[in-house]
Each structure stands twice: as structure tokens, then as C-alpha cells.
């Protein structure tokens, strides 16, 4: 799968931008502040329909402007596609495949298959559990439409519940109305617990030997599911914590409260690993997605590497740089450093500044 060709309109800080990607290494470099970022959270809209800064449509139009416009092209098993994003201040996302207009962002999710790194992913094992479990959903929801669907589900219906709670903390007379959403957030969340714990038994065998490497042989990782509950407990442990869930007018059991533990030489990564094992975990993490991906679409995702390596010491950025060939990779930096340049056949060169992007032959 590769993306061919963005378009973008009164997107971020961009008026007008059209650029032809390179079906390999495509760089773009820059100050900080110029744009950079933008390009990549557009790919990242046109792939899931949503930002991965968890940003909201009005805020990505550009500033004065009412409306923007994303266009994606891109070539998925010998056939050109195309993807067009309207996003309104007043209106909710307009989105066509083919010019066919689409009436659930769903039926978008995982037309690419796309993985992104940036500095923030690699705090993942010292940040708190949303940030972990949000590594698993983005990758499900890419390989697995049924997870998503259940994944959707099952947190609307949690915020039902959970307002729901709230009135019955002053109503009891309601308690009742609770079964409904009782039976809704078991049977999805069965479905989020099954395939969250085949993932990351997949992931986990992939990761072990990834990781033995970064770490030239020294350290043993494996990586745990830690779910809340059990498929088979879910509706059960559901009942039995409602009296707790209203006076604390919240769901406390279930598949929105799961983590995973990456465990390095017997020792859990957050609690007693250094800054730069739990870096490293957070590498193999992302280095192992790619292999789900390949395993399991038997095609390469697109991966978007948005300044993560000016964070990586030489050995993970050597790591990293091994394992992109034969990717279209898109990446960010803020400038084009001898060590990329020499390690790296930059297909296309892109300078950024102040939203004009301008290519760089040499």
C-alpha cells in the first residue's frame, strides 16, 4: 500500500498544498512551528477519519477559514483509490471513497494500514494505562472491523451507563434501567477482551526476539495482558460492582479499565526500568506492529515518523532506520543531519516553512 499524492485546503496552517509522495523514504524538514507535524496529522485523518492528537475538527480548519478539504491518493492492491475529508466549523466530517460519499467513518478505518511514531509513544510504558491501551485500539481497529465496531459500541454504552449512574445516585427507583446496559457492555466488551488478548499473545511473539536484539542478547521482555475482568466473568463482575459503580457514579469493571505489563528480565518496565529500557520497550513495541501488519494484511503499512529520531540514541536510531526498507516511510526532523542522509536513500526531500512546502533536488 502506498500513498501517492495529498492534497490539502485550508488544512492547519496550509491555504492551498499538493505534494507527490515517494513510494519510499520521503523527508520533511524544518523549524519547529512551521508545519511539519500538520502534514503527517493529515495522512493520520485520511487513513482513521480521526487526528491522533485526539484534536477536534474546527480546530484543525484554518484560522478565519469555515471549511477544509483533505484529498488522499493512494494505491492498495494494484488499484488507485482515493479519500476526501470536509471538515466544517458547523457541520459534522463530510467523507467520500471514490468520490462515493461514506456515511460511517467506519467503513474507512483500515483502508491503510498506517503506523505512527512520535516522542510521545515513547513515554507509553511510564505513562498511566489510557495511554497503553490506546496503542492496542489503534492497531485493532486498523486489522479487526469487528473490534472496532464492539470498541465503538461498547464505550457508547459506557457513557450511557455512566450517566445513568449518576441519576440513580439521587434516584434509586431507576436501578433497574441498568440491565439493559448491563447485557450491551458484557457481549462487546467479550469481543474487546478475546481479541485484545490474541493481539498481544501475537505481539508478544513478535516482540521477545525484536527486543533481544535491541538489547544485544541482555534482557528477556514479555508483555502481559491485564485485563480488568474475563470474557467469561464480565456480566457477573458487571452486577456484582453496581452498588460500588453508584456511589462512585462510574463503570469500574470492564475492558476500559485493562493494561498491559512489559516485563524486562523478570521486572515490570514502568516500576524498575531506566528512562532508556523503557525507550527501548516502546521501540520494539512499534517495531513488532509493523510485523503484525505484514502478518496479517500480507502487505507494508505506511509508517509516519514524526521527529522521533532526534530522540533515539545512534543504536535505536540504527534499529529503527533497519527495519523501514521497503516501507514508504514519511518523516519529519528538524533538519537533515549527516547521519540521516548517510544511512538513508531520501527518495524525496521536502523543506517546510511557514506552510509552504517546496522539494529539495540535489
Not at 474507512?108 to 494505562?129: A, H, Q, T
Not at 490506546?134 to 470498541?151: G, K, P, T
Not at 436501578?175 to 462487546?188: A, H
Not at 460500588?244 to 469493571?253: A, F, P, T, Y
Amino acid at each position: 500500500m502506498i500513498i501517492s499524492k495529498l492534497e490539502l485546503m485550508d488544512f492547519r496552517n496550509y491555504k492551498n498544498l499538493d505534494i507527490e509522495l515517494s513510494k519510499g523514504v520521503n523527508i520533511f524538514f524544518g523549524d519547529n512551528a512551521q508545519g511539519k507535524t500538520n502534514i503527517l496529522e493529515a495522512i493520520y485523518l485520511c487513513c482513521t477519519t480521526r487526528s491522533q492528537k485526539r484534536s477536534h475538527d474546527k480546530d484543525m480548519i484554518r484560522f478565519g477559514e469555515e471549511e477544509a478539504h483533505l484529498k488522499m491518493y493512494f494505491n492498495k492492491t494494484l488499484l488507485d483509490r482515493k479519500i476526501d475529508i470536509h471538515l466544517s466549523k458547523n457541520k459534522a466530517k463530510r467523507i467520500a471513497v471514490d468520490g462515493i460519499p461514506v456515511t460511517k467513518s467506519t467503513e474507512v478505518y483500515g483502508m491503510m494500514n498506517i503506523i505512527s511514531f512520535s516522542p510521545d509513544d515513547l513515554s507509553i510504558i511510564k505513562e498511566g494505562p489510557a495511554q497503553r491501551r490506546n496503542f492496542i485500539d489503534a492497531e485493532l481497529c486498523q486489522l479487526d472491523r469487528e473490534y472496532m465496531f464492539s470498541l465503538s459500541s461498547y464505550n457508547r454504552a459506557i457513557l450511557q451507563r455512566n450517566n445513568l449512574l449518576k441519576q440513580i445516585f439521587v434516584n434509586n427507583s431507576l436501578k433497574s434501567t441498568l440491565d439493559i446496559w448491563d447485557e450491551q457492555i458484557s457481549g462487546f466488551g467479550k469481543v474487546i477482551i478475546e481479541r485484545r488478548k490474541k493481539f498481544i499473545e501475537d505481539l508478544n511473539k513478535i516482540a521477545a526476539p525484536i527486543h533481544k536484539t535491541l538489547t544485544d542478547g541482555e534482557e528477556e521482555l514479555v508483555i502481559r495482558y491485564v485485563p480488568n475482568t474475563t470474557a467469561e466473568r464480565i456480566q457477573n463482575d458487571i452486577f456484582l460492582s453496581r452498588d460500588r459503580d453508584i456511589m462512585s457514579k462510574m463503570s469500574n469493571v470492564g475492558p476500559h479499565r485493562d493494561d498491559i505489563e512489559c516485563i524486562i528480565n523478570g521486572d515490570n518496565a514502568r516500576t524498575y526500568g531506566s528512562q532508556g529500557q523503557q525507550r527501548t520497550v516502546a521501540l520494539t513495541l512499534k517495531l513488532a506492529e509493523i510485523e503484525l501488519v505484514r502478518n496479517n494484511v500480507r502487505d507494508d503499512p505506511v509508517l509516519l515518523l514524526d521527529d522521533v529520531l532526534s530522540e533515539l540514541d545512534r543504536n535505536r536510531q540504527n534499529q529503527l532506520l533497519n527495519s523501514i526498507s521497503g516501507i514508504q516511510t514519511i518523516i519529519t526532523c528538524t533538519g537533515l543531519e549527516e547521519f540521516i542522509r548517510e544511512r538513508l536513500k531520501c527518495d524525496k526531500i521536502y523543506k517546510v516553512e511557514n506552510g509552504t512546502v517546496s522539494e529539495v533536488t540535489e
